[in-house]
């Protein structure tokens, strides 16, 4: 069993890269992907850690990127240095400061006091990102948990929302495959499109490059998963799956389980390999 999707504090989960790769051993996982958002500082300390628990760590990352809102693109293979991708992330996480520093206006504006020092220090300076704010706003009372400051201040659409840059999509699997690696859709339900919408949308991807989808996700249900999976053999897509653990910030999703009926199989983790290879 394996989980292709997870998240440390680098980026916007509670766990540093030792102690995620120490929630995979106890999982009972072959292979861990780390996913971060727009960042890969954690891969050398997850694969230290996963090379002593007998691990397979697969280097990787999450981006964001732009299609009707946002849709996430999973880069796995991608190894931290130079390269097309590499070099983007770098340009990626300087968008991601100015935003912290808009985003702390923006709440003050509405009556919120946070500072940038206090968010920065709930993500011990790496990663910072609206989870952290979250956090911070828990912490003053001024939300009763994360889920709550999302719903009221910072999922988009609330007045505390400060948009961020994005790539596009074709750009994204592009520079994935320019850099050596392999681009997969990440929770394709995210994207909001009716049945008929998300056909055409992942029948593009696949023909500009996509490698594979996300099915088994850690909040699907099997209900959903199953159509899921047909789309994605008929577009020629490899099914991949994984958690999205945040830890403390997303406490329903856990490493290797989801909300408890996640199964990743090795299987997954092989077919990408072979199109790597291919």
Do not use: W
């Not at 400061?97 to 300076?125: C, F, H, K, M, W």
């Amino acid at each position: 069993m394996i989980d292709l999707h997870t998240h440390s504090n680098v980026s916007d989960g509670s766990d540093t890269p030792t102690q995620l790769v120490a929630l995979a051993a106890t999982a009972g996982l072959s292979a861990l992907a780390l996913t971060d958002h727009d960042r890969q500082d954690g891969i050398a300390e997850a694969r230290a850690a996963a090379r002593a628990q007998g691990i397979e760590l697969v280097p990787g990352v999450e981006i964001s990127c732009e299609h009707r809102g946002t849709m996430h693109v999973l880069v796995y293979f991608l190894e931290p240095g130079d390269g097309p991708l590499q070099d983007e992330l770098v340009r990626l996480q300087a968008a991601r400061q100015d935003r912290n520093q808009r985003l702390v206006a923006r709440l003050a504006d509405i009556g919120l006091p946070v500072t940038l020092e206090e968010v920065e220090a709930e993500s011990g300076g790496r990663g910072t990102g609206r989870p952290h704010v979250a956090a911070v706003l828990v912490r003053k009372g001024l939300a009763s948990s994360v889920q709550d400051a999302f719903d009221r201040y910072l999922a988009k659409g609330r007045p505390g929302y400060v948009d961020k840059e994005r790539l596009e999509p074709l750009t994204a699997i592009d520079l994935a495959l320019e850099s050596g690696a392999l681009p997969v859709l990440a929770h394709p339900l995210s994207l909001g499109l009716n049945p008929r919408q998300l056909t055409s949308a992942v029948e593009e991807l696949a023909d500009a490059g996509l490698a594979g989808m996300e099915v088994v996700y850690g909040s699907y249900s099997i209900e959903e998963r199953a159509p899921l999976a047909v789309l994605a053999a008929r577009a020629g897509l490899a099914i991949t799956g994984g958690s999205d653990h945040h830890g403390s910030y997303k406490p329903d999703l856990t490493v290797g389980k989801g909300r408890g009926d996640l199964h990743v199989p090795d299987g997954a983790l092989e077919a990408l390999k072979e199109r790597l290879e291919a």
